[in-house]
């Protein structure tokens, strides 16, 4: 369980296996998926590794298996996603596949070359045949000097204007545009014009091909034409009758390869893999022992053991594998171990920055901070409802989502955990709020009535209700509060109030600050848990303690006011300003009216501002001058050294002097930073109201200037109105309050939790486990 909130705890194993077993037995550990191989040879360049040849060959069986992909699809041949052969790759299957490839490439460039031929010429003879159609048509000039051919529809205009320029008129120009339907089975569907220049002179041929135009020959003999035509046409079948049986044999080929493209791709990657691994290991003298150097968990130790002893028995190895952790100082990667579920959360600190090794992992407690701290910004039950129907969608139909291969919707379905807590998480504010698509919920009943008001319990008449434009309920006139709150959420009276605004804006800014501060207090208590963890003691007392104290002092009894003045029972006028008796205190200010709220409050805020103040020096100066006594104390001790040595103590007395004054900075740093960011980072908890006010009253909005609007037609076309303007409301719903909103309220949500929350305690330097994992490349496919 431990692991779950800290990264795994790791280890590093030197293995020792036979040559002939090195094939099974990495595939053994990549298909574990729980092994990093450490590189033996990192001074090597990569043209000089023993395997190089072999990976270049892969690589090139790459890029002949992206060509065969590529024709596959261009051919919309479907291509299995499945397949169920997991043969274990040995040195002769890159032979194999290697002469099996270059075989298949070189004969699908060949029918390609063929096909293109064949198309080109089919395209010459259609040409050809429509030319002598339409020629029959031009004759009425007689003239035996003519040119005839086929050029571009976009072409011809400015093939015009030259031809006028050439020959300043003394020719004459017929064309005729190549209907599409006419032009079948050609591979080119580009608009074409069949045109006859009549002109005097040789030297027309040259200028027209400059127009990239393609010119045919045509007999002035009508006989000589129509037997051009008959043969035309009988080359036309023919080629017809070529080009079908090609395409079928092109067909039938890459309808075989796309059978088998995901097993070979599958085979390739891996044997990339095994050759790129085995240029980290090394082999010794003899070239029948591999020696590896792997970081892999302690809690399967006994997996990667099993899974080797499994390679070297299907390779019939006469050894068995030998398996030897061994100690070392080097700082072991951070491996966390995630499921489908925190897989998204794990990403989400990722993306901040890799833990230390062993820190705490801040992925499961963010995994109810998170979707909580969205949902207070975005609290309504109605957009909560569709955003978990979304997520709910997405989680049944995942496998459908991710054969789509969009980027946008892979993103979509690895974060749908993190979309449906957030939907459930505001269905919850919503109720809270009593907000569902800007409507309130009046299920208990309003503790709040209004019948006392009246005559003659009250001051109000009906005199009252025809001359007020806005009336005000009193809660001390009896029976208008009931005294008992809502049981849950916002009473349903606020949303037809006039001062709604005033209220929720007051108590969702006190509810951001009381949040705000108890997250970060929660963020400080997990650096508690770290320095006991790795027994930094020293840190507890010097450190945490004095943060802890600085925080509660000021914004922990910030906390209290507000609670405070939300139990006590006074008039609204006369009620003192939380921010007003906060900025007295800090400034010793206890002469205005108003800024008392209970007895002994200024020897308390007193009190509490000077022990606030007494933290300062406290997390500045007790760390660094601990460091340098203790620093001290060593210097003295080196100092009967010989004489011999004195200048190495010098040297290192420059460095103590150049590493103490690091550590004098770095700790003022870390304290202006601490200090101010206490300040900082509260009023940044403040978007968590802004946002809340600001979703509602779009929310509002677009109910009153949309929805309602139509919901008040009482004409015969009201029912069509209705229709179009519930779908314009759903749209704009979608669009403006689900994604804009959502995606704010995501963004805001992701800086509290990476600068207000997780600086408290986690570092994030560390660099992550990368283990050689076949189930991950298959994913990556």
Sequence with gaps: MDSFFRSEEMCLVQLFFQTESAHNCINELGHLGLVQFKDLNPGTVAFQRRFVKEVKKCEEMERILRFLENEVVKSNIPIPADFTSETIPVPRDVLDLESRFDKLEQELKEINSNRDTLRQNFTQLMEINHLLKVFDAFLFYLHDRFVAGVIKHERFPAFEKILWRLFHGNFVLRHAEIKPHEEENMADPVK????????????????????????????????????MRTNVNTRIED??????????????????????????ASKVK??????????????????????????????????????????????G??????????????????????NSFTSGFQSIIDAYGVGNYQEINPAP???????????????DCGHGLVMTLLALWLILHQEHFRKLKNELIDMLVD?????????????????????????????????????????????????????????????????????????????????????????????????SVIMGVAHMLFGVTLSLVNYIFFRNLKDVALQFIPEVIFMLSLFGYLIFLILYKWCVVMKSESAPSILLLFINMMLFDYSSEGTVLYRTQKPVQIFLVVVAVLMVPWLLFAKPLLLYRKHKQLKFLSLPFCLSLFFGVKKAFVSLQVSMADIFVYQGIHTIEYCLGCISNTASYLRLWALSLAHAELSEVLWKMVLQVALRVTSGMGSVLLAVTFAAFAVLTVTILLVMEGLSAFLHALRLHWVEFQNKFYKGSGYKFTPLSFNRMRDMQ
């Design 192 to 227: 074409k014009d069949v045109f006859v220049v009549f002109v005097q002179g040789d030297q027309i041929r040259g200028k027209i091909r400059k127009f990239h135009a393609s010119m045919y020959p045509c007999p002035n003999n009508a006989y000589a034409r129509k037997e």
């Design 239 to 264: 080629l017809r009758l070529v080009l079908k049986r090609t395409e079928e044999f092109r067909e039938t080929t890459l309808t075989a390869a796309a059978a088998n493209l995901q097993e070979w």
């Design 270 to 315: 891996k044997m990339k893999a095994i050759y790129y691994t085995l240029n980290l290991c090394n082999i010794d003298i003899t070239q029948k022992l591999i020696v590896a150097e792997i970081w892999c968990p302690v809690s399967d130790l006994n997996s990667v053991h099993t899974a080797l002893i499994h390679g070297s028995e299907q390779s």
């Design 317 to 338: 190895s006469s050894l068995s594998p030998v398996v030897n952790r061994i100690q070392t100082q080097q700082t072991p990667p951070t491996f966390n171990r995630v």
């Design 365 to 379: 407690y963010t995994m109810v901070t998170f979707p909580f701290l969205f949902a207070v910004m975005f609290g």
């Design 415 to 511: 974060g749908r955990y993190i979309i449906f807590l957030m939907g459930l998480f505001s269905i919850y504010t919503g109720l809270i709020y009593n907000d569902c698509f800007s409507k309130s919920f009046n299920v208990f009943g309003s503790s709040w009535s209004v019948r006392p008001m009246f005559h003659p319990h009250g001051p109000w008449t009906n005199d009252t209700l025809h001359d007020s434009g806005h009336l005000h309920l009193d809660p001390l006139v009896s029976g208008v509060y009931s005294g008992n709150p809502y049981p849950f959420g916002v009473d349903p009276i606020w949303n037809i109030a006039s001062n709604k605004l005033s209220f929720l804006n007051s108590y969702k800014m006190k509810m």
